[in-house]
């Protein structure tokens, strides 16, 4: 059983960063694409990044240039740089794991979520 735990959400001005991280347990983590997604209230989850499991990356168009993904295999870890923090960026951010390798901006390509952690930005 897959079980993915984020932390490091917070409440943060705009233009600070966070970083986020995914610890994930169960399964082989280093064979398996991992994203990031976000969902604000009253939208729909949304895409933010993947990394494939030989780390290509792939970002949606408002986090590109501010936001960066990494993994750590040898730590089954998963994390997300925010930098520049806009007040848009507020949201439930969740970790995934991929039912394959590659990255995927796609959710119904990811088949294990983790509880979210929330950021909020204060103007």
């Known amino acids: 059983q897959v079980q993915l735990v984020e932390s490091g959400g917070g409440l943060v001005q705009a233009g600070a960063s966070l970083r986020l991280s995914c610890v994930a347990s169960?399964?082989?983590?280093?064979?398996?694409?991992m994203g990031w997604f976000r969902q604000a209230p009253g939208k729909e989850r949304e895409f933010v990044a993947a990394i494939g499991s030989g780390g290509s990356t792939n970002y949606a168009d408002s986090v590109k240039g501010r936001f960066s993904i990494s993994r750590d295999n040898a730590k089954n870890t998963v994390n997300l740089q925010m930098n520049s923090l806009k007040p848009e960026d507020t949201a439930v951010y969740y970790c995934a794991r991929a039912i394959w390798s590659m990255t995927s901006h796609i959710t119904a390509e990811y088949a294990w979520w983790g509880q979210g952690t929330q950021v909020t930005v204060s103007s």
């Open positions: 169960g399964g082989t983590f280093s064979m398996y694409g």
